[in-house]
């Protein structure tokens, strides 16, 4: 049974950061692609970044590029998503995410997905 932990969100003002974890266990790591995704009340959820098996690739949203780095190390079986420059509309709950085991490409929508963490909420405000 795949099992992934998130932790690190928080409320943080606007233009700060944050750094979130997600723990994996019950997975052979490195066979999968993992990534980050988030969801705003009334929204859908959306890609935020995702990451290689082998970390060697990443992939983000546009609206995060240039602000948010994903990154994963195969000996602690974790990803972790350093989030800079907040704004108020990245207010969301996160959540990680980990695909089949034969996916190769970083997959941009959470249909390619098939574990889920239970989130962890991020609140930029002033």
């Known amino acids: 049974q795949v099992q992934l932990i998130e932790s690190g969100g928080e409320r943080v003002q606007p233009g700060g950061s944050l750094r979130l974890s997600c723990a994996a266990s019950?997975?052979?790591?490195?066979?999968?692609?993992m990534a980050w995704f988030r969801q705003a009340p009334g929204k859908e959820r959306e890609i935020v970044a995702g990451i290689s098996r082998s970390g060697d690739d990443t992939k983000y949203g546009d609206s995060v590029k240039g602000r948010f780095t994903i990154s994963r190390d195969s000996a602690q079986k974790t990803i972790t998503l350093q989030m800079d420059n907040l704004k108020p509309e990245d207010t969301a709950t996160y959540y990680c995410?980990?695909?089949?085991?034969?996916?190769?490409?970083?997959?941009?929508?959470?249909?390619?997905?098939?574990?889920w963490g239970q989130g962890t909420q991020v609140t930029v405000s002033s």
């Open positions: 995410a980990a695909s089949e085991a034969w996916q190769s490409y970083i997959g941009v929508d959470s249909a390619a997905y098939v574990s």
């Open positions: 019950g997975l052979t790591f490195g066979l999968y692609v």
